[in-house]
C-alpha cells in the first residue's frame, strides 16, 4: 500500500507544480498582451503630429483688437436688460448691473422680480415702477 501511496503523492507534486507553470505563463502573457498595446498606442501617438502651420482663415497680420467700452446710461434712467428667473434667487439685469429682490438703486428698492417685469418702491413706499421688456 505505500508504494500506491507514494506514487499518488509524485503524481499530486507533479500535478501542483504544473499549475503554478500554468499559472506563471498566464500572467507572463497578459503582462506582455499590456506592453504590446501600450507600446502600439504610444507609437500612435507619436505618428500624430500636430499641424505646423495656421488654418487658411487665421492670419495674424490681419487679426483686429475690439476695444472693450462700457455702456454709458443716462444718470436717472434705469433699463431692464435681462432677468434670470428662479423661483427662490430671481435676478434682474439693470443698467448693466446685477440685482437681486431686496437690493436698491437709485433710491429705490427692488419690491418683485417677474418673468418678464421688475417692481421698484422708492423709499418712502408712495411710488412703485414697473419695468417690463
Known amino acids: 500500500m505505500s508504494i500506491i501511496y507514494e506514487a499518488l503523492k509524485k503524481a499530486e507534486i507533479k500535478s501542483v507544480k504544473k499549475g503554478t507553470n500554468n499559472k506563471k505563463k498566464f500572467f507572463l502573457g497578459i503582462i506582455f498582451a499590456l506592453i504590446v498595446i501600450i507600446g502600439f498606442s504610444f507609437f500612435i501617438k507619436i505618428k500624430q503630429k500636430p499641424p505646423t502651420s495656421l488654418p487658411l482663415n487665421v492670419n495674424k497680420k490681419h487679426k483686429k483688437k475690439v476695444p472693450f467700452k ?3 446710461y443716462p444718470q436717472n434712467e434705469l433699463l431692464l436688460e435681462g432677468i434670470v428667473y428662479d423661483k427662490g434667487k430671481p435676478l434682474a439685469i439693470i443698467n ?38
Do not use: A, M, P
Not at 421698484?120 to 408712495?126: H, N, R, T
Open 96 to 133: 448693466g448691473k446685477v440685482f437681486k429682490e431686496g437690493d436698491k438703486i437709485n433710491k429705490l428698492e427692488i419690491k418683485k422680480i417677474d418673468n418678464n417685469s421688475v417692481q421698484l418702491i422708492d423709499s418712502q413706499g408712495d411710488r412703485t415702477i414697473t419695468l417690463t421688456f
Open 70 to 72: 462700457e455702456k454709458k
